[in-house]
């Protein structure tokens, strides 16, 4: 059974910073694309960013280019998104996922692609 765990989520003023974390149980991330996801209240749940592993593509989605950056750590298991020039619109519940297609080569978008997911951990940016 996989499990991933987010952590780094909190309160933080407009223009501000956090980093995500998210560790996969074992060796989960292995050959596969992690992602993550955010969902506020009463919208979809909406694509962020998405990681092939053990490196390589990477993908984001358009409102997050150009401040959020995934990355991984192979040793640790671990991706993480650094979060950069936070917007009040950036408020949301955020999650980490695994597509369930081995070696698969495209960075998927859509949330239902994706079969394992953590708890979800929040981020809310003040005005």
């Known amino acids: 059974q996989v499990q991933l765990v987010e952590s780094g989520g909190g309160l933080v003023q407009a223009g501000g910073s956090l980093r995500l974390s998210c560790v996969a149980s074992g060796r989960a991330f292995m050959s596969y694309v992690a992602a993550w996801f955010r969902q506020a209240p009463g919208k979809e749940r909406e694509f962020v960013a998405g990681?092939?592993?053990?490196?390589?593509?990477?993908e984001y989605g358009n409102s997050v280019k150009g401040r959020f950056t995934i990355s991984n750590d192979n040793a640790k298991s671990t991706v993480y998104l650094q979060m950069n020039n936070l917007e009040v619109e950036d408020t949301a519940v955020y999650y980490c996922?695994?597509?369930?297609?081995?070696?698969?080569?495209?960075?998927?978008?859509?949330?239902?692609?994706?079969?394992?997911w953590g708890q979800g951990t929040q981020v809310t940016v003040s005005s």
């Open positions: 990681i092939r592993w053990p490196g390589g593509s990477l």
């Open positions: 996922a695994r597509n369930p297609v081995r070696r698969i080569i495209t960075i998927l978008s859509d949330a239902r692609e994706y079969d394992y």
